[in-house]
């Protein structure tokens, strides 16, 4: 195992220390034997490279996003604060809605199959 790949496992362990191979397998999009053999010292493709830095630096993407929300809302008036909220609570509804909507869906086409 080379010393990127190393490392990266290492970090990925830092970060999601309970993960068991399925959570991996599913973050990664990786298939779960591969991520076994992965984290029994099988050398990564560069795909996999790019799939385990991808999961590691998505939560900075997040942060990021929260910044500049928090800095935008320090600027705003109440009335606009309160309208702001209401507009991603309702965004964040239709997310978790669309969610579960294709979770239906993959089981239905399982079932189909």
């Known amino acids: 195992m080379s010393k990127l790949q190393d490392a990266i496992i290492s970090s990925y362990k830092e970060k999601y220390p309970t993960d068991k191979l399925r959570h991996i397998s599913e973050k990664t999009s990786i298939q779960i034997t591969r991520v076994f053999r992965i984290l029994n010292g099988s050398e990564m ?24 929300l928090k800095c935008i809302l320090s600027e ?16 964040i509804l239709k997310l978790k809605i669309a969610q579960r909507t294709e979770g239906y869906r993959s089981h239905f086409k399982e079932a189909l199959c």
């Not at 996999?48 to 630096?57: D, P, V």
């Not at 705003?76 to 965004?91: C, G, T, W, Y």
């Open 76 to 91: 705003v008036s109440h009335d606009k604060k309160s309208f702001l909220k209401l507009m991603i609570q309702k965004e």
């Open 45 to 68: 493709k560069i795909s996999e490279y790019e799939a385990f830095e991808n999961c590691l630096s998505e939560d900075e993407k997040h942060t990021d996003i929260l910044d500049n």
